[in-house]
């Protein structure tokens, strides 16, 4: 079993930024891709920013430019660093790891962005 605790999220106002963290814990020898979705209401949920397997950064559309993904192998931590934050970022954002047992996801974090 792995679990994913994320934190970060928050109220902010457009233009600015938040980190949101993402803590991997259990047998996590056989995961490789890791990263955040997103689900806004009434939406599906989407990629925002992954590692793949071979350690390569992936971003959505969407994000790039304003939007950073990293990780500390040592914490066995990926982080979100989100810039420039509009409305539309509005969502619950999700963090997802794939192992050999399984894909797992965390409970989500709120960010909304709003004046």
């Known amino acids: 079993q792995v679990q994913l605790v994320e934190s970060g999220g928050g109220l902010v106002q457009p233009g600015g930024s938040l980190r949101l963290s993402c803590a991997a814990s259990g047998n996590i020898f056989t995961c490789a891709a890791m990263g955040w979705y997103r689900q806004a209401p009434g939406k599906q949920r989407e990629l925002v920013a992954t590692?793949?397997?071979?350690?390569?950064?992936n971003l959505s559309d969407s994000v790039k430019g304003r939007f950073a993904i990293s990780r500390d192998n040592a914490k066995n931590t990926v982080y979100l660093q989100m810039s420039s934050l509009k409305p539309e970022d509005t969502a619950v954002y999700y963090c997802?790891?794939?192992?050999?047992?399984?894909?797992?996801w965390g409970q989500g974090t709120q960010v909304t962005v709003s004046s």
């Open positions: 590692f793949n397997r071979g350690g390569t950064r």
């Open positions: 997802k790891i794939d192992c050999i047992s399984g894909v797992y």
